[in-house]
C-alpha cells in the first residue's frame, strides 16, 4: 500500500512521526499529539500580604474550595509565594500554586499595573520617563525573572487609561486583561473590547485574560470567583500553563464553558456547555466589525484571507461571557 500523507497541511515534525509510525507498525496511523485538558485558574488576586481583607491560607483554600486548578497571588510588588506554601497546597492534576506579583506602578497620575505569571523571585517596579517607557521596562524584568507579564485594567479602575495606541507600541507586550473582576468598559472610554480590536487591527498579537482582582473574601463580596481563565495544556504544571498561554491556547470566561475548541483549514468551530442557556456568539475581525453571529452552542465561522483576524465573544443568556483568542489569518 502506498501511504498518502493527508491535506491539509502537516509540518515537518508531524509528518516525521507519521512515516515512523507508519514504518514501525504498517498501519495508517497518525501519532496523536498529547491529550490536553482544560485547567481552571485565577491570576490576580490579593491577600492581606498587600491590601487583601484576608490570609494568604484563606485565600488559597477558598480558591481550592471552588475548584480551580491553579492559581497566581498577586498582591502589590510582593511575591506571596514559597516553596513552603506550594509544598502545603500542590497536588498532582489537582492544585498548583504558580508565584505571582502585581507589579504596581505609575507614570505621573496614571497608574501602571503588571501581573508578573511564574516569576522565579519579587519584581519591583523600576518607573519610567513615559506610560510606554514605565510598561515596557516593567515588562522586561518581569521577562528577565522569567514570568509571563500582563497588563492589567487598562481602563476604568483606578482611572487607568492606557490606549490601544500605547498599547500597540509596546513591543514586548502580548498580555492585557480583557475583563477584571466583572468590568469590561470605562465610562468615557473604549471598552476593553474595542482596545483589543484596535490593536488587532494593526497586525500585533495581543491575549485577552480575564481575573477577579479579588481583595475581599467576606461573605458579601462578589468579586472572588467572578472571572478567570480556562487554559487548555497537557499537565498541570507551571512551564505547561505558561507555554499553553504563550501558545494563545487559553479563553477568558466570566462563566461560560467550552467543551471544544477548534480551528482546522481556517475552520472555527466551538462547543460550548450549554445547560439550559441561550448564547450569542459574535465572530469580530478587523477594526472590531462583527462578521457573524451565531445562536447556536456549536457556533462555526470560516475566515477568509480578508478577514486578516478573527475573535470570538460568546454572551450567555443570563450575562456571563467568554471572550476566545484571536486568530490570525
Ligand atoms: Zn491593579
Ligand atoms: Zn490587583
Not at 501519532?31 to 490576580?44: C, M, R, T, V
Not at 500597540?168 to 483589543?196: H, M, Q, Y
Not at 494563545?248 to 462563566?255: C, L
Request: hydrophobic share 35%.
Amino acid at each position: 500500500m502506498v501511504a498518502v500523507l493527508p491535506e491539509p497541511k502537516i509540518d515537518a515534525m508531524k509528518k516525521a512521526t507519521y512515516i515512523f509510525v507508519l514504518f514501525c507498525t504498517g498501519h495508517m496511523v497518525l501519532a496523536q499529539e498529547p491529550a490536553k485538558k482544560w485547567y481552571k485558574g485565577n491570576i490576580h488576586t490579593h491577600t492581606r500580604n498587600s491590601d487583601g481583607n484576608t490570609s494568604i491560607d484563606s485565600v488559597i483554600n477558598w480558591y481550592v474550595s471552588q475548584k480551580f486548578d491553579f492559581m497566581s497571588i498577586t498582591d502589590h510588588n510582593k511575591l506571596s509565594y514559597d516553596e513552603t506554601l506550594a509544598s502545603k497546597y500542590n497536588s498532582e492534576e489537582k492544585f498548583l500554586l504558580i508565584p505571582g506579583v502585581e507589579v504596581t506602578d505609575r507614570f505621573e497620575k496614571t497608574p501602571v499595573h503588571l501581573n508578573g505569571i511564574g516569576v522565579s523571585e519579587n519584581v519591583l517596579p523600576l518607573s519610567g520617563t513615559s506610560v510606554d517607557n514605565v510598561i515596557a521596562g516593567n515588562l522586561a524584568d518581569i521577562s528577565q525573572k522569567n514570568g509571563l507579564g500582563i497588563l492589567n485594567h487598562p481602563n476604568g479602575i483606578l482611572k487607568a487609561a492606557i490606549t490601544s495606541e500605547q498599547i500597540s507600541r509596546i513591543k514586548n507586550l502580548k498580555f492585557f486583561e480583557v475583563c477584571c473582576a466583572d468590568f469590561k468598559g470605562g465610562s468615557f472610554k473604549p471598552s476593553t473590547d474595542e482596545i483589543w480590536d484596535r490593536v488587532l487591527s494593526k497586525g500585533k498579537i495581543l491575549y485577552g485574560v480575564a481575573a477577579d482582582d479579588a481583595h475581599n473574601f467576606r461573605p458579601y463580596s462578589k468579586d472572588p470567583g467572578s472571572a478567570w481563565i480556562m487554559v487548555n495544556a497537557e499537565k498541570l504544571e507551571q512551564k505547561k500553563i505558561i507555554e499553553a498561554m504563550e501558545k494563545g491556547d487559553f479563553y477568558a470566561t466570566t462563566g461560560v464553558i467550552i467543551r471544544n475548541y477548534s480551528i482546522a483549514d481556517h475552520k472555527i468551530q466551538i462547543e460550548i456547555e450549554s445547560n439550559g442557556y441561550g448564547f450569542r456568539t459574535y465572530f469580530i475581525g478587523q477594526n472590531g466589525k462583527v462578521l457573524s453571529v451565531d445562536e447556536s452552542d456549536n457556533p462555526t465561522f470560516k475566515m477568509k484571507k480578508k478577514h486578516k483576524y478573527v475573535r470570538c465573544r460568546i454572551e450567555r443568556s443570563d450575562g456571563a461571557y467568554a471572550w476566545l483568542q484571536p486568530n490570525f489569518y
